[in-house]
């Protein structure tokens, strides 16, 4: 079945400095979707990627989506604390009513 | 938080029990989802449902099953709970015009 694999597992940064996660699915996407855990909290939406090549920035997050649409990068610029959390890349299922997620990327930051 | 209550947020239970957790929501959406959330797995899919009566296998659905008979419930039985399925698990809703979803607060289940 499809898999959507995400690295790194886990990254602690000093903060200012910058982080990014990436996501390899092992099929073609239709989109891709990022989501934001705060800790003891459940996911938040925060953005779907649909064209090949795609840039969409939200203020210090940049996403991008690749050229073959298979990957997926979420670039955080100068993390604050604010940013601590899990984030999560999804992609549709075989059947586009499902939703498959990767395992996350936890982000620590030392303030 | 596109109105999804789940319940209870805690439970204890023991092993060999049957559990029942509810997904509640009071905006009509069509889709619902049960996933469970494990360190190094992410989330992954449980069960869902594309409407009343209608559901469907998600790719860990051994030991679970679900049932919709109303819009606005959507429950997540353990006919028999393990200590595997301690876990948390949440609820989810997808509007009918995006694909994004909404989730709920979550159910920390464990399993003793």
């Known amino acids: 079945g499809q898999q959507v694999m995400q690295i790194p597992q886990y990254q602690h940064v000093q903060e200012g400095e910058d982080f990014t996660t990436y996501c390899n699915s092992s099929t073609t996407l239709s989109n891709i979707q990022w989501y934001k855990q705060r800790p003891g909290g459940h996911p938040v939406f925060l953005i779907q990627l649909v064209k090949s090549g795609e840039v969409k920035k939200q203020k210090r997050l940049t996403f991008q989506f690749g050229e073959a649409k298979k990957n997926s990068s979420l670039h955080i610029t100068a993390t604050q604390t604010t940013d601590v959390g899990t984030y999560f890349c999804a992609g549709p299922g075989e059947y586009g009513n499902k939703l498959v997620f990767g395992a996350g990327t936890i982000l620590r930051v030392k303030s | 938080d596109a109105g999804i209550t789940q319940s209870p947020r805690h439970k204890v239970t023991e092993t060999g029990t049957p559990v029942t957790l509810r997904c509640h929501q009071t905006?009509?959406?069509?889709?619902m989802y049960w996933y469970r959330q494990d360190p190094g797995h992410g989330l992954r899919l449980i069960h869902y449902s594309y409407g009343v009566k209608d559901t469907d296998k998600g790719e860990v659905s051994d030991g679970y099953s679900v049932s919709r008979s109303k819009t606005e419930d959507f429950l997540l039985t353990l006919e028999s709970a393990t200590s595997s399925q301690t876990s948390v698990y949440f609820c989810?809703?997808?509007?009918?015009?995006?694909?994004?979803?909404?989730f709920g607060s979550g159910t920390q289940l464990s399993v003793l």
């Open positions: 905006e009509n959406h069509r889709y």
């Open positions: 989810a809703i997808r509007q009918s015009t995006g694909e994004k979803l909404f």
